[in-house]
Nanobody, 123 residues
């Protein structure tokens, strides 16, 4: 069974950048579309970005378009989220997940959640 471990979160100021990593073990993620989601305090978990299994196509939530970029290295069994121009409203726990239903563009189900990594953006 695939296990995912997110890392790279931290406390930054508005306008700063962070790069999150999601390392997989227990199996290859090369055959899966992958996604990043986030959950802010008191809010539902929301979609952030997704990438197809080949790393050639991506989709971003409107709130992060132009600022966040998802990528993957199947040889390293790792997915990344480059976050630039961070805003206080980006503060959340960020999770990566395998997309198990839908498409990479419109995922409808996820599995193998990691434990998440906290991103805090101060103004």
């Amino acid at each position: 069974q695939v296990q995912l471990v997110e890392s790279g979160g931290g406390v930054v100021q508005a306008g700063d950048s962070l790069r999150l990593s999601c390392a997989a073990s227990g199996g290859s993620i090369s055959t899966y579309h992958m996604a990043w989601l986030r959950q802010a305090p008191g809010k539902d978990r929301e979609f952030v970005a997704s990438i197809n299994r080949y790393g050639t196509n991506r989709n971003n939530a409107e709130s992060v378009k132009g600022r966040f970029t998802i990528s993957r290295d199947n040889a390293k069994n790792t997915v990344y989220l480059q976050m630039n121009s961070l805003k206080p409203e980006d503060t959340a726990v960020y999770y990566c997940a395998v997309i198990t239903s839908g498409t990479y563009y419109t995922p409808s189900g996820y599995a193998y959640w990691g434990q998440g990594t906290q991103v805090t953006v101060s103004s």
